[in-house]
């Protein structure tokens, strides 16, 4: 462990011995840990600001000659500009700021381009309790590939289990380092756009990215000008370099071959919902970085209008009464998805979330997959009441609650446990020790570990979400 006073000038004077390996200094780690309470327990949080830790873990690589990740414990509360995030959003809404609420600042984006020069991905974990004050810390992490992990200063079991599960999924996830994306097309196709937590270049068919693991997803769109060769088709070909942990300069190239039909009906017969909404949120939430959100809410509901109406004028040959329409199978949730991406947080002024939680909304959902996308709008409703082994989730919907059920939505961000009044007292003891309805735990929980059928099937059906999930999530109890 090195400390370093000097904040005015960044140098390194001793970098040997700074990267080794955890099992030769693993006891003088539990030791420092252990004194760190005692020797800090008088101090006072004063904010203070993140980019000097990030300077050193980068110089630190940049000497050693290789990427890495920086990890960053910090318990006071961060400031690094003059937006004060730790009010309510509605004033900025109602502004002429909502446009640069999104905009990471300049100092921010210039410390992500160094990272990504590097190979270099920022995690921090905050132990704080208060609110930020100052600018949204989560820039410089979610634009390298990392993230940001909030805690209650670690207070009970919930936030401790939390933090030995985020800790232990940033370091043990697999992740390629300096990546370089290509992605070429056929004669007729070109790369219009690409979306997702990265710094764009001139180019978007180039993209370059500190690191990337498996959660990590990109949308692009292709346009063309022409009409394309139905028999030949087109030809999509993604060429992926990155270095790989142990140092090895490795590339992946996918091609992907596409028929082409000069007929809608084929269009959307192979169209899938859960695809779209993926395209247009990475699409939609990289835009309010430049344009005004109701712009972009009205730009949804425009292009879901076009899109029923083309299908209802060439497509639909199903007689019915006026006002209904039968969409294909893989577009029937299609409507009520993009719904929920209009009256999302990001996008719709007013609600319940602050700042900070919108701008670390919108960081997540840009990087996740098409899955977890889908859950997020559209979460999963599974009865544990039932006797299955194999549990079918149900519509979500409010008219699907039974006041006799117990019932867990999972999206990709937490899982809710909700519990009927009328719930049976042998399946409440069997899950929470406890018959009684009105002693049930409301909030975040942990379910205990009980030796029955019922405790060991929910218990597993949650672990099997969360190792499913990017990432690690929470169990909130309500009735």
Known sequence: MLVITQTEELELPVWEGLLVPLRDCRTAIDKVLQQIPSLFSEAEDSPASQELPVHYGLHILKVAGCPGKVLFFHTAPPSDGSLNCSSGSSGFFSSSKEKSLFQPPEHCVALAQECVAQGCSFHLFLFSQQAVGGAWPGHTPYLTGGGVYSYGCLQGQVDSEQFHSDLRRCVDTETGYRVEMQVSVSKG????????????????????????????????????????????????????????????????????????????????????????????CKRVYCAVLTRPLQDLRDELLTELTAMLTCYRQHCSTTALTHGQLVLPQGLKSLPVMLNSLRRSEVLLPGLRGSVPLRLQLRSQLVTMDTASTAAHFYPQLLPLHQCEEAVCAVRCSRLSLEEEGVYLAHDALGLVLWVGHHAPPSFLSCLFNTPSFPVLPSGECCLPVLDNAVSQRVRGLIDTLRRRSAHSLRVRSTN
């Open 189 to 280: 196709l070109r790369v219009s756009g690409c979306f997702g937590a990265f710094t764009p270049g001139p180019d978007p068919a180039h993209i370059r990215l500190a690191t990337i693991d498996w959660h990590t997803a990109l949308a692009v769109q292709f346009t063309h000008h022409s009409p394309l060769d139905e028999e030949r088709g087109v030809v999509i070909q993604v060429a992926l370099s990155y270095t790989s942990s142990l140092g090895e300069r490795r590339t992946r190239v996918h091609s992907l071959s596409l028929r082409c039909s000069r007929h809608l009906v084929d269009t959307f017969r192979n169209c899938q919902a859960e695809t779209l909404l993926t395209f247009y």
